[in-house]
């Protein structure tokens, strides 16, 4: 009896354990590319990709956003749940962060406010194009 108790204690834990672990991972896709301003290569900052809602398999939450910071030759790789792993398959609404003080008058490079890319599923390269907008 006692030996069942164990058994039966043992698989409760494991079972309750087991709806812990990554229940809320999408799936990922590697993801890296290059950052423009005007035709020229970016150098710093930082691209977010967030999951755009409407995907009815995703319901209402489409998925956490993904990130990269850009180097000093324009070039970036995604990162979502771990390093370089990529983003969550599906549309992105992307945002470019420059990093730049806020306070200075220098022209802002900038993403379109409308500016979307779908990440599907294997590898994907992304040219992400920026304009310059006055302070």
């Known amino acids: 009896m006692r030996h069942a108790s164990v ?7 494991l079972g309750l354990t087991a ?3 990554g229940g809320g991972m999408y799936k990922t896709a590697a993801v ?5 301003c005007d035709g020229k290569p970016v150098s710093g900052g930082t691209i977010t990709f967030s999951p755009v809602a409407g995907d009815a398999e995703k319901g209402a ?6 990130s990269g ?10 990162s979502t ?7 969550v398959v599906g549309k992105h609404k992307v945002v470019y ?3 730049a003080d806020p306070s200075s008058k220098e022209p802002v ?4 406010a409308d500016l979307v890319k779908e990440v599907v599923a294997g590898d994907n390269e992304f040219t992400i194009e920026l304009s310059t907008a006055k302070k």
């Open 69 to 78: 910071s850009v180097d000093a030759s324009g070039n970036f790789v995604l």
């Open 109 to 112: 490079c900038k993403a379109p």
């Open 97 to 99: 962060a420059s990093g």
């Open 19 to 21: 709806g812990c672990g």
């Open 7 to 13: 058994g039966i204690l043992i698989l409760l834990v």
């Open 61 to 66: 939450n489409p998925g956490k956003a993904a």
């Open 32 to 36: 890296k590319g290059h950052v423009t």
């Open 81 to 87: 749940y771990a390093n370089d792993d990529g983003a």
